[in-house]
């Protein structure tokens, strides 16, 4: 920007400021009519609902528009990720947008010239931190009108989201959703010279565009999306409204990235869906998840995972390439949320309580080690102190070692959320805590079978609590704590396990006589 532009864009905040407080008088609607004359595509949940036999286009050819390179010389960005791994991996692909606008990352907000808060909607209180997080950079905004606010990711595709927005912090500068962070170049520019808030968020799912940059965090381990969107409508998620119809990448365009990033070095790579097994099933040719992970696993890189799976579509084929191992790691994430076959129904899970144990049957005999664990839902509308105690025998019948917890939480929206959310918050709390201390003996229990055994460890760094202890993961994905020297940071290295602890293990380093483990 040179400095007329500066000039007239600080001009520009400077207005907006001043309107602030009559924004804040006014309804919504008064809003988007009298005010908001720039871009303005608000989300809504029905259209997303709707899913359209239109083939998705795949782009290799994305480029940064000529007019905004260089728009981040000399200015910082930061990003704020809530959520999940794929809202993780999102913001990798903003920041290497920024960074290819010229943006260097800032340390924290005070320094930042662009903050963006990618936001997850899973639950109310993910959103409650989001809106808290809003108010506390009010301030900052008020001191600096240059600073631009982004909102994007999940929160971003619901009508609510966007309206509460647009009433209570009209200091926001853009809100952009999950289907067109490609635009985010554009968005930037537009806001940057808008009076108006910035407003584009698309219903329906966009193409698949190939060729974003990425700044990926760390060079050890990896992400990558193998396909976007969910067509399962459980009946309690917002995830198929909020990342649109399942689509896949193709299978040339992953094999081809993990090669990449083996090639640079990376140790572990974790391939990434909303529904992983549903992978391919949009596809014009017959190729699945096992297919793919038969490519995966002749490529040279040590580890690869897999997140998050659909129970109802873990086929056969998959299992019999998993138990082939080498670089298929034997840790499995099924979340199974009800050990009830009649809440599981109410879900729309698809699947049965005993549909459920002959598929853990079937990996357990395909992979006798496998380690199993699980997301969990209590106080569903309507669930009762017998379902639940069905939930309670069913994480103990399975052994899962380690479970993801959450209370029922209602999300305008989904066909749950015109159900009276009837559990008492008392009760779902007291069943949570019941099952938080089974989840914590199981996964204690498990930890102690690998006292005296030694396990192979990536090491990914200091550990967050004591500088001079290295810290990584199994193969089974169980967090170890151990004194060595830095240089092993990057590494598989042997460990032997002193120590079990509730939710991890202290070892020592084996001394390599090999260097090869
Ligand atoms: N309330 C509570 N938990 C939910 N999850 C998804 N939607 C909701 C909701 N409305 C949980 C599920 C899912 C995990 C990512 O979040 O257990 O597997
Ligand atoms: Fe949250 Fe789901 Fe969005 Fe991830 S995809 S950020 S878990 S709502």
Redesign the pocket.
């Given at each position: 920007m040179n400095e007329k532009q500066r000039k007239e864009s600080s001009q520009i905040k400077q207005d907006t400021h001043a309107n602030l407080d009559r924004l804040k008088k006014m309804d919504s609607d008064e809003l988007i009519g009298k005010y908001f004359q720039s871009t303005y595509q608000p989300p809504n949940l029905k259209k997303a609902k709707k899913r359209l036999k239109k083939d998705v286009d795949i782009h290799y050819d994305f480029s940064i528009p000529e007019d905004m390179k260089g728009i981040g010389k000399d200015k910082k960005f930061l990003i704020r990720t809530?959520?999940?791994q794929?809202?993780e991996h999102d913001t990798e692909v903003m920041a290497g947008l920024l960074t290819d606008l010229g943006y260097q990352p800032a340390e924290d907000t005070s320094e930042a010239d662009v903050i963006l808060l990618n936001?997850?909607?899973?639950r109310e209180n993910?959103e409650n931190k989001v809106f808290g997080e809003i108010g506390h950079l009010k301030p900052l905004k008020m001191e600096n009108p240059d600073l631009i606010i982004g909102v994007c990711?999940?929160m971003s595709q619901e009508e609510s989201v966007v309206n509460r927005i647009l009433k209570k912090h009209p200091f926001v500068d853009m809100i952009f959703g999950t289907h067109n962070i490609h635009r985010l170049p554009s968005l930037l520019k537009e806001a940057m010279f808008s009076k108006a808030m910035v407003v584009e968020v698309w219903s329906k799912e966009g193409d698949i565009i190939e060729n974003l940059p990425k700044v990926r965090k760390g060079n050890i381990k990896a992400w990558v999306n193998i396909m976007y969107g969910c067509d399962k409508f459980c009946t309690y998620c917002?995830?198929p409204y909020?990342?649109g119809k399942e689509r896949s990448r193709l299978p040339e365009d992953i094999i081809q990235e993990v090669r990449q990033l083996a090639a640079q070095g990376y140790q572990e790579v974790t391939l990434l869906g909303?529904n992983v097994n549903a992978y391919g099933k949009d596809l014009e040719f017959e190729y699945g998840l096992g297919d793919l992970m038969e490519e995966i696993r002749k490529i040279d890189i040590p580890r690869v995972r897999f997140t998050t799976s659909h129970p109802r579509d873990f086929d056969d084929r998959l299992i019999e390439v998993l138990a082939k191992g080498g670089n298929l790691l034997d840790h499995i994430h099924l979340p199974v949320q009800s050990g009830s076959s009649d809440v599981l129904r109410i879900m729309a899970r698809r699947y049965t309580r005993e549909d459920y144990l002959e598929l853990v049957r079937k990996i357990r005999e395909a992979m006798p080690n496998a380690t199993l664990t699980t997301d969990i839902i209590v106080g569903f509308p309507n669930e009762t102190d017998e379902q639940f105690e069905e939930t309670m025998t069913l994480m103990k019948e399975v052994g899962f070692e380690a479970a993801y917890t959450f209370i029922y939480s209602p999300r305008e929206g989904t066909p749950a959320a015109r159900w009276e959310d009837n559990i008492p918050m008392e009760v779902k709390k007291e069943r949570l805590q019941r099952l938080n201390a089974l989840v914590n003996e199981q996964s204690k229990s498990a930890m102690e079978k690998y006292e005296g055994q030694v396990v192979k460890v990536l090491v990914e760094g200091e550990s967050k609590k004591d500088p001079e202890v290295l810290s990584g993961y199994t193969e089974r994905n169980k967090l170890v704590n151990f004194k060595a020297s830095k240089s092993l940071i990057g590494k598989i290295v042997p460990v032997k396990i002193t120590k079990a602890k509730t939710w991890s293990l202290d070892g020592e380093l084996v001394e390599m006589t090999s260097g090869v483990y």
């Open positions: 809530y959520g999940c794929m809202n936001t997850c909607a899973i993910a990711g999940c917002i995830v909020t990342r909303q």
